[in-house]
């Protein structure tokens, strides 16, 4: 990770990330056991390299506090209560994550709760000629606040987008969640660019594919994703799950774009999770720990329907410890002066 995220000591660039980490806190984690001490130690080294990471899947936060107080007094978060269970959110948070000596907080956030003309799966009726709508919000109600640093202003708004199933109606509900909250962000794009700030939309999307109409829910709304970022940030690298959307002047768009993800001063890409810890080789160090786990018991029992052995469990029982998605990074240069100084001259 040293290697493929810049140095986090410039004054001139901002290293924003998303990052899923996967049930965090969470009383229900399928029979895989809590996470382990060490495992904290790795996620708030992972974040400690960024300036700004959002945050999804978080649950409870007596764990997150636990990854703050790792992190020290310069970092803080701010995060949303959990969306409702009825809504089908499973008690999730989502989060930001920031380090104050590079970000400033702007005092404004709120959760994104759909007008009754955009729900999902709307349905519009007329009584006595009025129209009467009916539909759904979002599973996991997307998270918008405001922040600065240096002279980048930026509004952001993470998602956790619902999956549902991978055809018919369910899948029509995720494509439309994406495409409500494009143009739902969207419609600040101009208030937002006449006060000098950039539209950041991020998080899960659950997008299968660029080529697919859940990617193109959120294009259409001229939401721009980095060419370098348009790759997979699964375990396995076939998902598209992850993305950095924008809508921003085109220099932000090409600062991002500059060198090739490929190369060592790259500006974007994906943090691989399991190069130094957890590793595939690691199944010794952590066999004991997997076999303590519900799960692991059935493994050795021979009760289970997922893993024959135990060293197969231990792929699963890792993504648990860390998570199944990998960080999506992206570096932005937030060093405007000589242009806000051309600007308040000509006025």
Known sequence: MTKSVPAKDSERTLLL???NLRDFDAS???GNGPRLKESLYYIAEVISRFDFVAVQEV????????VMRLLGDHWDYICTDVTDYKLGGNGERLLYAFDRRKVQFRNIAGEIVLPNNMLVSSVTTELDGAKLYSGKQFRRTPFLASFQSNWFKFDICTVH???????GAKLKQRIEEIERIAKYFGRRADAAEKDGKALILLGDFNIVHPDHKTMKALEDHDFKIPRALNRPSNL?????????????????????????P???NAKAGIVELFSAVFRDGDFDQYKD????????????????NDHETLESYYEEWRTFQFSDHKPMWVCIDSDDADEYLDLISSE
């Not at 987008?161 to 055809?167: E, K, L, M, N, R």
């Not at 076999?291 to 050795?300: A, E, I, R």
């Open 262 to 264: 490929a190369q060592a």
């Open 236 to 260: 396995d690298m076939t998902k598209y799950y992850d993305q950095i959307a924008f809508r921003a002047h085109q220099k932000v768009l090409d600062f991002i774009d500059t060198p090739d």
């Open 161 to 167: 987008i619902y999956y549902g199933a991978g055809s």
């Open 28 to 30: 229900k984690r399928y």
């Open 17 to 19: 990330a998303t990052w």
């Open 59 to 66: 649950n409870e936060l007596g764990e997150w506090k636990q």
């Open 289 to 304: 720990n997997a076999s303590k786990t519900t799960s692991g018991k059935k493994v050795l029992n021979g009760t289970s």
